[in-house]
C-alpha cells in the first residue's frame, strides 16, 4: 500500500488471479495501441520518421536473430567444405555467386545493421507513400 498525496487517498494494488505473463501481454497490447493512437496524429515527417527508426530497431533484432541462429545451426549439417578458391567454372559470374558461399556472410553486427539499413527503409518509405496515397502499396495491385 502507498499514499497518493494529491488526492489523499489509500491506493491497494490488487494482484489477480490471471498468469502474470497474460496480465503482461495484455498491458503491452494497450500501451502499443496508444502509441500507435499517438503516432497517427503526428505529420507526415513525424510519422515517416517513426515507422523509420522501429524499423530500424526490428531489422536489427531481426539480422542479429538470424545471424547467431545461422551460426548455430549450420555446423549441424556438415555440408561439404567451400572451395578452396572463389573462381567458377561459369564464364563472367561474379565471385558473390559461387556456389557454397554462405547466404549470410559477415559477422553479427555487420548482419544485423545491414537489416537494420533495409528495414528502416523500408518502413519508412511505406509509411510515407500510405499517408500520401491514402491505401496501402500492396492495394494498388
Not at 497474460?22 to 499517438?38: G, H, N, R, T, V
Not at 531489422?59 to 542479429?64: D, K, N
Not at 523500408?122 to 507513400?129: D, I, P, V
Request: aromatic residues 8%; proline residues 8%.
Amino acid at each position: 500500500m502507498w499514499w497518493n498525496k494529491k488526492e489523499k487517498k489509500e491506493v491497494v494494488l490488487v494482484v489477480g488471479n490471471e498468469n502474470p505473463l497474460k496480465e503482461l501481454d495484455k498491458k503491452c497490447k494497450e500501451y502499443k495501441i496508444l502509441f500507435d493512437q499517438w503516432v497517427v496524429k503526428q505529420s507526415l515527417p513525424g510519422e515517416a520518421s517513426i515507422a523509420t527508426v522501429a524499423g530500424a530497431v526490428r531489422g536489427a533484432a531481426l539480422g542479429a536473430c538470424l545471424t547467431s541462429l545461422v551460426d548455430h545451426v549450420l555446423p549441424t549439417f556438415n555440408l561439404p567444405p567451400r572451395p578452396a578458391t572463389l573462381q567458377s567454372n561459369i564464364p563472367g559470374c561474379p565471385p558473390s555467386l559461387v556456389p557454397y558461399k554462405p547466404i549470410i556472410s559477415g559477422g553479427t553486427l555487420a548482419q544485423a545493421r545491414n537489416f537494420a539499413v533495409l528495414t528502416s527503409v523500408n518502413a519508412g518509405l511505406s509509411c510515407g507513400l500510405r499517408r500520401l496515397r491514402g491505401k496501402k502499396d500492396f492495394e494498388t495491385w
